[in-house]
Structures are given as structure tokens and as C-alpha cells.
T-cell receptor, first 111, second 113 residues
Framework: SQQGEEDPQALSIQEGENATMNCSYK?????LQWYRQNSGRGLVHLIL?????REKHSGRLRVTLDTSKKSSSLLITASRAADTASYFC???????????FGTGTRLTIIP | EPEVTQTPSHQVTQMGQEVILRCVPI?????FYWYRQILGQKVEFLVS????????KSEIFDDQFSVERPDGSNFTLKIRSTKLEDSAMYFC???????????FGSGTRLTVV
């Protein structure tokens, strides 16, 4: 797989449920970030986790990072209809500032 | 909250024409980027810009592409002779320091016909 692969590709859940999305990557990273993109719109930065961190919280978001498995997960708790969007992970390497994006998970929250 | 502003939001151009995509990054940011997203595909890095010069560019960013920061506020991407495959959403982003979260603009949808 390529650097930054999310799974699942698509996820539909009922409003109020928790949504978990996963991201795997191949090369060593400096930071891993998660972004949200509403259909046809820009990318909104959600959270950044550094390579020496294992877990981070921001509101209803919880991100974990396992550098030994080269994977990260994004958990959205108590989902809302407004959370419907595509979610991307993006990594940057040590001494390499460009972001490499994953393929994204399309999340649909059913009211 | 400070925003990255991109204009126009949508541009249609004839193949072979030059286009300039404009961005106004956040005022105290020092690092500037262009990314693109072909419909249904990944977001791809094009170029990064710091201290008035290109710091890194991808294979996509060939001689047809150029970037400029003509004054203290604007950051532009020029495509000299557009091709059909240049049709994509182009995103500008800026960051205050390296390794921090980027702020992306809402994008310019470029359609080459």
C-alpha cells in the first residue's frame, strides 16, 4: 500500500454512535495529522500528533499513533450529522516538510 | 479566526492558456504551499515556499508551473500552458512554523477544456 492509506474507504453510522477510522503509512514520520473535507470544499485541520506521542484528544476527537505498527486511528465520539465528510490522514517526514495524504475515509452520519 | 483566502473559487480555461491562481496566506505565516486534488483522487503536494524561494517541489511541478510572492501578502501559482490533465482542485496552505498544522484555503477548482 502507499504512504497514507485509510480504512475503511467508506463508513456509514447512526447519529450518536462512535466512528473509528484508521490510517497506515510506510516510512518514518515526524508528525501525523488528520484533516476533514466537506464535499467540494477545503481541508480543515483537525489534530496533529507528533511521532513521540501516543494519544491526543481534542473535543470529541481522539487520535492514537502506533509508530511500531506505522498506524494511527481517529475516533469521533457521539457523532453528529455535521460530521459527515471525508477524513484524511497526512504525514510529514523528518526534514521533509511536505504532507503526504492518504486516500481518505468517506464518513456518512445517518440522522 | 484567520483564514487562507483563494481566488477565484472556480476557473474555466482553454487548453494552452495561462492561468494564475491566487492565495492570500495568513499574515504571520512563513511557510507556503500549493497542493492539488484531481477529482476522486488523493491530495498531492506540488511545491513549498519559504524565505522567498522554493524549498521543495514534486515531480508534478514541472517547467509549466511557477510560484511567486510578489508582495507581502499574495502567493500565486501560475500554469503557463494548461493541459486537460491540469483540471483539479488547487489548494493553497500556510503554516507559521514547520511541523505545525497547516491552514488550507477553500481551493480553486480549475477546469481545462
Amino acid at each position: 500500500s502507499q504512504q497514507g492509506e485509510e480504512d475503511p474507504q467508506a463508513l456509514s453510522i447512526q447519529e450518536g454512535e462512535n466512528a473509528t477510522m484508521n490510517c497506515s503509512y510506510k516510512t518514518s514520520i515526524n508528525n501525523l495529522q488528520w484533516y476533514r473535507q466537506n464535499s467540494g470544499r477545503g481541508l480543515v485541520h483537525l489534530i496533529l500528533i507528533r511521532s513521540n506521542e501516543r494519544e491526543k484528544h481534542s473535543g470529541r476527537l481522539r487520535v492514537t499513533l502506533d509508530t511500531s505498527k506505522k498506524s494511527s486511528s481517529l475516533l469521533i465520539t457521539a457523532s453528529r450529522a455535521a460530521d459527515t465528510a471525508s477524513y484524511f490522514c497526512a504525514t510529514d517526514g523528518i526534514g521533509n516538510e511536505k504532507l503526504t495524504f492518504g486516500t481518505g475515509t468517506r464518513l456518512t452520519i445517518i440522522p | 479566526e484567520p483564514e487562507v483566502t483563494q481566488t477565484p473559487s472556480h476557473q474555466v480555461t482553454q487548453m494552452g492558456q495561462e492561468v494564475i491562481l491566487r492565495c492570500v496566506p495568513i499574515s504571520n505565516h512563513l511557510y507556503f504551499y500549493w497542493y492539488r486534488q484531481i477529482l476522486g483522487q488523493k491530495v498531492e503536494f506540488l511545491v513549498s515556499f519559504y524565505n522567498n524561494e522554493i524549498s521543495e517541489k514534486s515531480e508534478i511541478f514541472d517547467d509549466q508551473f511557477s510560484v511567486e510572492r510578489p508582495d507581502g501578502s499574495n502567493f500565486t501559482l501560475k500554469i503557463r500552458s494548461t493541459k486537460l490533465e491540469d483540471s483539479a482542485m488547487y489548494f493553497c496552505a500556510s503554516a507559521r512554523i514547520q511541523g505545525s498544522g497547516y491552514t488550507f484555503g477553500s481551493g480553486t477548482r480549475l477546469t481545462v477544456v
